[in-house]
């Protein structure tokens, strides 16, 4: 456990990866950062989102870019329009491409995807949001989570961990997990209403709610989501947790709440090796 991310750079172009991800040799995946692209100010410059505004061309630039480091093929994109739910898809070759070359083709109203198919490139994006990475490398499923605090009141990822228990058999005690970078405890001061919808789900919302007056708290998401896939059943030995801070550090990532908004976006993408 928290062994951590680790940074690989191809060319000009800076993705976290997994190490125990890397050591089973089973998939391709990656965290991006905001280093390698071809966009300009204020999506400088690897901006991977049709919707915050930036040029189309530019995002499936960037999207290429990625794809050829990742050795994936653009129209093998599986992508979501997320909305800070806990919906999650069970996706197949029927899927390619959805959101892959526009954003009105991403599967609606969705913040996870699951699947078995070899060649799919799951695609989830973010700038201070939680991504979340799950491998079960015996039955070779993937998923790749969205948890903003919402999904993350809602457990999004113990959501994710039981439908690949269900649909294919997934054991969680096997499965590998990736909580990479996002805001951190550091910078995500929240108000009543979210200290409330933690406080009444969960019973350990002191490990995760640090008092910051005036009815504030700073929420820590890594310690909440890890706490959330644990009790999924997933081994704490297998879990890598980035505990990078994208709003502290936006040389590198985009940060909705460091930008005030207007941002872009990064990606996590996993892919089961063809």
Not at 18 to 37: A, E, Y
Not at 132 to 138: A, E, H
Not at 239 to 255: D, G, K, M, P, Y
Request: net charge negative; proline share 5%.
């Amino acid at each position: 456990m928290d062994r951590g991310f680790i940074l690989k750079e191809y060319g000009r172009t800076k993705i976290y990866e997994i190490p125990s991800f890397n050591q089973t040799g089973l998939v391709s995946h990656g965290f991006t950062t905001r280093v390698g692209g071809v966009g300009g100010k204020p999506y400088d410059t690897l901006n991977l989102a049709f919707h915050v505004g930036d040029s189309p061309e530019v995002v499936i630039n960037n999207r290429q870019i990625v794809c050829h480091i990742l050795g994936a093929k653009t129209d093998n994109i599986v992508s979501a329009r997320q909305v800070h739910g806990a919906d999650i898809a069970v996706v197949d070759h029927r899927h390619a491409g959805c959101g892959a070359l526009a954003g009105d083709t991403a599967i609606p109203n969705t913040d996870g995807l699951i699947t078995d198919r070899p060649g799919l490139l799951l695609a989830t994006f973010y700038a201070d949001c939680v991504p979340i990475f799950i491998l079960d490398p015996l039955n070779k499923v993937i998923g790749s989570v969205h948890a903003g605090w919402k999904g993350t009141a809602a457990r999004i990822g113990a959501k994710a961990v039981k439908i690949m228990e269900e649909t294919y058999g997934s054991d969680p005690g096997q499965c590998l997990v990736g909580i990479g970078p996002s805001i951190g405890p550091c910078c995500y001061e929240v108000d009543r209403p979210v200290i409330e919808a933690f406080q009444s789900e969960f019973g350990w919302w002191p490990d995760i709610l640090l008092p910051a007056g005036n009815e504030k708290a700073r929420l820590d998401l890594w310690t909440a989501n890890l706490k959330i896939m644990v009790e999924a059943g997933i081994d704490p030995d297998n879990v890598e947790l980035a505990r990078i801070c994208s709003c502290c550090n936006q040389h590198i990532f985009f940060s909705y709440r460091g930008s005030h908004g207007k941002t872009g976006r990064m990606g996590a993408f996993l892919m089961l090796k063809p």
